[in-house]
């Protein structure tokens, strides 16, 4: 079966410092990938999507980047944090060859910059 | 571009109620995919139910089932005999049917948070 993780759950790092939360997906091959933020008391907002190896699309103009350096890993990373980047941050994958296209999440990575 | 619109922030149900949760989107295809969301306290985004647009036939996940309404654009999710593991943010979604490039991702509303009294 499919599974998804997420690393590392709790992080607190003070502004200006760097950010790399990784993403794993194990038990499928060529999924798309996403990165949503979740602020406090608001819904999911799109950061970053991949179709495949290298492939990055971003939603929003912002202080982060993505890459996907290999099928299955996605990593969120900034060079240096600003306070407006805390929150909940969840990665997601979806089959390709599914017509429904549900998501599904991983357990999330909670972010505090101080 | 398609929005999905959750008017309420909070609902209260009492343990073994029914309570309806609402949600309406705006689109202007006519294939898509509706999707409804549990959050937990432990925070991980777990699927409840799923809608394909072309199927009138409304969805049922043993006590979730949702009432699609495709030409009012609303798309409700109903939770019978409400328990106490029932009470977390939930979220409505919407996806294109279309495949490739940015008609892939899910567009979410904002939360319903509801809390199950016993």
């Known amino acids: 079966s499919q599974t998804i993780h997420q690393w590392p759950a709790t992080l607190v790092q003070p502004v200006g410092s760097p950010l790399s939360l990784e993403c794993t997906v194990e038990?499928?091959?060529?999924?798309?990938l996403y990165w949503y933020r979740q602020a406090a008391g608001r819904g999911l907002q799109l950061l970053f999507y991949?179709?495949?190896?290298?492939?990055i699309s971003s939603e929003v103009p912002q202080n982060l980047s993505a890459s996907r350096p290999q099928d299955r890993q996605f990593i969120l990373s900034s060079k240096k944090l600003l306070l407006s980047d805390s929150g909940f941050y969840l990665c997601a994958w979806r089959v390709i060859a599914g017509r429904t296209g549900e998501l599904f999440f991983g357990e999330g990575s909670r972010l505090t910059v101080l | 571009a398609q929005t999905v619109t959750q008017s309420q922030p909070e609902m209260s149900v009492q343990e073994a109620e029914t309570v309806t949760l609402s949600c309406t989107y705006d689109?202007?295809?006519?294939?898509?995919?509706l999707f409804w969301y549990k959050q937990p306290p432990s925070r991980q985004m777990i699927l409840v139910i799923r809608q394909e647009a072309y199927k009138q036939q409304n969805a049922t996940e043993n006590r979730f089932s949702v009432n699609f309404q495709k030409a009012a654009k609303s798309f409700s999710l109903k939770i019978s005999d409400s328990q106490l593991g029932d009470a977390a943010m939930y979220f409505c979604?919407?996806?294109?049917?279309?495949?490739?490039?940015?008609?892939?991702?899910?567009?979410f509303g904002t939360g319903t948070l509801l809390a199950v009294q016993p």
């Open positions: 038990g499928t091959s060529n999924p798309n």
């Open positions: 991949s179709v495949g190896i290298g492939q």
């Open positions: 689109t202007s295809e006519s294939d898509y995919y």
């Open positions: 979604a919407y996806r294109s049917s279309l495949y490739g490039g940015a008609t892939n991702k899910l567009i």
